[in-house]
């Protein structure tokens, strides 16, 4: 999964997916490139729904403070 620092460009990986799903729907890769694609793409899902659940929960803040404008940080370790 990404670094916690280093946030995820959730398009970047989002584009890395759909490429990656692309050349394993057309079936000219082997077994191991296969498995190999499989992989990673599992890691580039994580990664993209965690960053959606992040956005969530900062559009959730957002509502809730009702007129306030500004952002708080919310604790990444609430489910």
Known sequence: MA?????VDFEKSL??????VERMEQGDLSLE???KSFERGIVLTREC???LKEA???VQILVEQGTET??????????
Request: hydrophobic letters at 35%; glycine letters at 0%.
């Open 49 to 51: 729904q965690e960053a």
């Open 33 to 35: 490139d296969s498995l």
């Open 56 to 58: 969530e929960q900062k």
């Open 3 to 7: 670094n916690a620092e280093e946030p």
């Open 70 to 79: 500004r952002a708080l940080p919310f604790d990444e370790q609430a489910d």
């Open 15 to 20: 584009k890395e997916l759909e490429a990656l």
